[in-house]
């Protein structure tokens, strides 16, 4: 034997070519490479085929080639068969299962090529087989964990479409058994307008081009349903990247996409709804404020003249002339109330300045001011000196008179009334609570009462416009702050507003 560095050396032609032929058979110990007779026996055996196969060269030499294979193709005749195709077309290929020594047996990928002399004629076979029993496994596992999968439909196609393996979650989602849908092309899960327009060679195109596919869509199930599908098609190619197909996954994402469809109805309609609300609640302001404006110069006209009537002819009236007058003068201040609130109201929306550090107490003691003398003991005050409020100064002072006004006007028939105003800071927020022991609301009212134009009572028993707790509840918002009410009809209601406490001067 020559030493393996001459083989580097083709100048020196007493090397035999079938000499270094045989040392990379012997030298391969992941094949086995064996040569057989015509008849099937075996004539050489190689290391790799000593370790696959378990059997030393001596005991296997002159055994019939048979012995390797299962009782179940022995039955079949399968030797002999393998020998024919190979002898007949030169080369037979296939995997199957294969024997050791031991008895157990192994996936075998087995190639057996036909070998004939110058002339033609059989002189025997050779035969490499490949242990393939681990790569059996990966692929099984493989093709067992896609085909149990439910949820989605894992299925793969040829390069043009046709559907080539199909799993339990594809025949889940989209009606066909694998059967009756191995191929067909995957177009006919598009809806028709989506394959007039191309779109599964769309698709395909896509993944081939850039390496995937992903998108959502339609599409149509065996009965004829559809289903909104989130799909990912990915390109398969083999070691060389020559494309070999598509696989594609699915899923059936109906009730997200049904949901998410409501949802975005949803919304849609209430933006439009709120869009028209604003709209119209602006254009009424709007509408209000300018009326109130121009009512304000009539009413000045007949303030004016009722009060000039009464200095200059009120000797010349009848009682019953005075008592018009004084019905006139009572509904012209009416309307000036309301015109006034109407004004506030408007006025408090389209306030933009900074909020100021303001003085609670003060704000208090100038509220009460404007509701003019108070009889001594009716309002008790427990707020903190220094106590400051982040507000606007003259809105705060409404927003309390109003409160105090309420508190006093609702009261108990024979009873006096008895209101208290007490500040508490809780961290950062400043509470004042307003309180009074008058007639309560009841807790069904408690909420419409902050409206504009909601009474509970009619002008007779309680004089009033009803625009008074909405200035309160749209000032608070202006300012940052909350406002709300506890009561107990019959007991008293407790009337409060919050906001953050400032330091500042
Ligand atoms: P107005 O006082 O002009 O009627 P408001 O907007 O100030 O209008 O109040 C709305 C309604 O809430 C009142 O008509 C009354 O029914 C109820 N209300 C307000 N404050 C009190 C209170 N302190 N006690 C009982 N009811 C009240």
């Known amino acids: 034997m020559p030493e393996p560095s001459t083989l580097t050396k083709p100048s020196r032609p007493s090397i035999h070519r079938e000499d270094i032929f045989r040392r990379l058979v012997d030298s391969v110990t992941d094949y086995a490479i064996f040569l057989l007779d015509v008849n099937g026996n075996i004539v050489s055996w190689n290391p790799g085929a000593e370790r696959l196969k378990g059997y030393k060269t001596d005991e296997i030499i002159g055994k019939h080639f048979s012995i390797f294979y299962t009782a179940q193709d022995l039955a079949s005749d399968k030797p002999t068969r393998e020998l024919k195709i190979a002898a007949e077309v030169g080369r037979f290929e296939e995997e199957g299962w294969r024997l050791r020594k031991d008895g157990s047996s192994f996936w075998a990928g087995v190639v057996v090529s036909r070998i004939h002399d110058e002339q033609g004629r059989l002189i025997g076979f050779g035969t490499i087989t490949r242990d393939l029993t681990e790569r059996r496994h990966a692929d099984l ?75 959502e869509g339609w599409r149509v199930r065996k009965d004829g349903s559809k289903f909104w599908a989130s799909v990912v098609v990915t390109p398969l190619r083999d070691e060389g990247g020559e494309l070999f197909g598509f696989s594609k996954v699915t899923r059936d994402m109906t009730d997200r ?56 002819c009120e000797g010349q009236f009848s009682n019953e002339g005075r008592e018009f007058l004084a019905e006139i003068t009572g509904a012209a201040e009416r309307l000036n109330g309301l015109i006034q609130d109407l004004l506030e109201y408007g006025r ?158």
């Open 348 to 505: 408090v929306g389209r306030i933009s300045m900074p909020l100021a550090s303001v003085n609670l107490l003060d704000a208090i003691h100038e509220a009460k001011r404007d509701l003019g003398g108070l009889p001594p003991g009716l309002l008790t005050i427990a707020v903190p000196k220094e106590l400051r409020v982040r507000a606007y100064p003259q809105v705060l002072k409404q927003v309390i008179s109003n409160l105090l006004s309420n508190a006093i006007k609702f009261r108990r028939e024979n009873s006096s009334p008895e209101v208290s105003v007490v500040a508490e800071t809780q961290g950062d927020t400043v509470r004042l609570n307003v309180r009074d022991n008058g007639i309560g609301i009841a807790p069904e009212h408690q909420a419409r009462i902050w409206n504009v134009f909601e009474r509970l009572h009619d002008r007779e028993a309680y004089a009033g416009t009803g625009i008074g707790l909405a200035i309160v509840k749209r000032a608070m918002a202006r300012m940052g702050g909350t406002c709300g009410v506890a009561s107990k009809p019959g007991e008293g209601s407790t009337f409060w507003i919050e906001l953050p406490q400032a330091n500042e001067k």
């Open 141 to 215: 596992r493989y093709r067992l964990l896609i085909e149990s999968v439910t949820d989605y439909a894992i299925f793969s196609m040829d390069p043009r479409g046709y559907i080539t393996s199909w799993n339990h979650g594809a025949q889940r989602i989209k009606g066909y058994r694998a059967e009756e849908i191995i191929g067909q092309n995957f177009s006919r899960f598009y809806t028709e307008e989506d394959r007039a327009a191309a779109l599964p060679q769309y698709v395909l195109r896509t993944a081939e081009q850039t390496g995937h596919f992903t998108g």
């Open 257 to 312: 996409k049904l949901l998410l469809d409501e949802l975005q109805r949803h919304s849609k309609e209430l933006e439009l709804r709120v869009q028209e609300r604003d709209q119209s609640n602006a254009e009424l302001e709007a509408f209000a404020y300018s009326v109130s404006h121009d009512l304000r110069a009539p009413l000045r006209a007949i303030t004016g003249f009722a009060e000039a009537l009464k200095e200059e």
